[in-house]
């Protein structure tokens, strides 16, 4: 196959962006030790930024998306990843300035490239795609930092979103009492049935509060807001508690007092997707097909064709996004 389809993004004169399907030239990808036929790929917020026209996620358009992607060796120079090899594909510069898995195929460097583990299937791998890697890389660092379920209960914002659903999915899992912040209250029934213990509105964590610390009410969190939302988080936490900070929905400030981390003792924990070391990558998303592997996971996500990526995307972009969104670039 020389041309293949793919969502592109395109820059109009008067600054708009559209995607539209369109047929690529595989000669005009760029250089790469592995050329891979994708099979799936999945929604992201920053796929949302991109196709939305973010200067800070993508520079050039036209720009084909996609931040992760799960499919087929078709050409490799590199002897340990051979052609025929199933492997996915997440962060590093994938679907930013670099064609993504909006297409069905990608060129990339084999630095970028981990295994697809034994055991999990090509579309679970993209049902957990970067939300649910960066929510298993989220929770990994809670308990390296000691929060365990005995250390009392976890917060999740964001929790109908990507990386929010599938932390309270992993958190459950590992026997955590999981509370969930949305803005749609119409999902509590959903997380509820998840395992989930208790719903808080999204907006009794957002709003202004002039005081430095709140009641000690929660062991850790995983936060995905940002903004006041993660200001407020940090004044919640109880002694000890850590909170692993992942997200920018509602802002990229933060203005807090150091009160929480001198009087309490809290930790505010980085978590970064993107730039990790491959070989971390590889360690989660083996964890993900084994010990931390999903009995629901199919229900955390809907399966979408090419044709209904720019109603998806602008969904994602206005906070409305549910769960998972798998792209089958064969539908
Ligand atoms: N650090 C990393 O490596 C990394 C990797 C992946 C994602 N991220 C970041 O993590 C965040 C979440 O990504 P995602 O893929 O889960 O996005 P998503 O699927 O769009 O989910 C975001 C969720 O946040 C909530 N939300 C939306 N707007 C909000 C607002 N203004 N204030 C508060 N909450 C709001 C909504 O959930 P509710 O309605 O349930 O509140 C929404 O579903 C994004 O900022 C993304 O860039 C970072």
Redesign the pocket.
């Known amino acids: 196959m020389t041309s293949y389809t793919a969502y592109e993004v395109s820059e109009s004169a008067d600054g708009a962006y559209t995607g539209a399907i369109v047929q690529k030239q595989q000669a005009d990808l760029p250089a790469g030790d592995i050329l891979i036929e994708v099979l799936y790929s999945s929604?992201?917020?920053?796929d949302?930024?991109s196709a939305s026209g973010n200067k800070g996620v993508t520079r050039h358009f036209p720009h084909v998306p996609g931040?992760d992607a799960v499919g087929k060796v078709v050409e490799s120079s590199t002897e340990s990843l051979p052609v025929g090899e199933d492997v996915i594909v997440t962060?590093y510069d994938l679907g930013m300035g670099t064609a993504g898995g909006f297409g069905q195929r990608i060129r990339v460097p084999a630095a970028w490239v981990a295994r697809l583990p034994k055991g999990m299937s090509p579309r679970s791998a993209m049902v957990f795609g970067?939300?649910g890697?960066?929510?298993a890389?989220c929770v990994d660092k809670l308990l390296k930092n000691g929060v365990v379920p005995e250390s009392g209960s976890v917060l999740v914002?964001?929790?109908?979103?990507?990386?929010?659903?599938?932390a309270c999915a992993l958190l459950v899992k590992l026997g955590f009492d999981v509370v969930?912040?949305?803005?749609?209250p119409d999902?509590a029934e959903r997380l509820l049935a998840m395992g989930v213990k208790e719903i808080v509105a999204?907006e009794t964590?957002?709003e202004d509060n002039p005081r430095p610390l709140l009641k000690e009410t929660y062991a850790g969190a995983v936060d995905?807001?940002?903004?006041k939302?993660l200001a407020n988080v940090l004044k919640v936490l109880r002694h000890n508690g850590s909170v692993a900070?992942?997200?920018?929905?509602?802002?990229t400030e933060l203005q807090a007092t150091v009160l929480p981390f001198i009087l309490r003792g809290v930790n505010l924990l980085?978590?970064?997707?993107?730039e990790i070391p491959l070989s971390k990558k590889q360690q989660m998303w083996d964890l993900l097909a084994d010990e931390w592997a999903l009995n629901n996971l199919d229900e955390l996500a809907e399966d979408i064709a090419l044709t209904q990526l720019a109603e998806t995307l602008s969904r994602?972009?206005?906070?409305?996004?549910?769960?998972?969104y798998v792209v089958d670039l064969n539908a």
């Not at 929604?43 to 920053?46: D, I, R």
């Not at 969930?180 to 749609?184: I, L, Q, R, V």
């Not at 995905?224 to 903004?227: A, I, Q, T, Y």
């Open positions: 929604v992201n917020f920053k949302a930024l931040i962060g970067t939300a890697l960066t929510a890389l914002t964001g929790s109908t979103g990507g990386v929010g659903i599938v969930a912040s949305t803005g749609k999902q999204r964590l957002s995905v807001v940002g903004g939302t900070a992942c997200g920018l929905v509602e802002s980085g978590v970064d997707s993107v994602v972009l206005s906070g409305g996004a549910v769960g998972r």
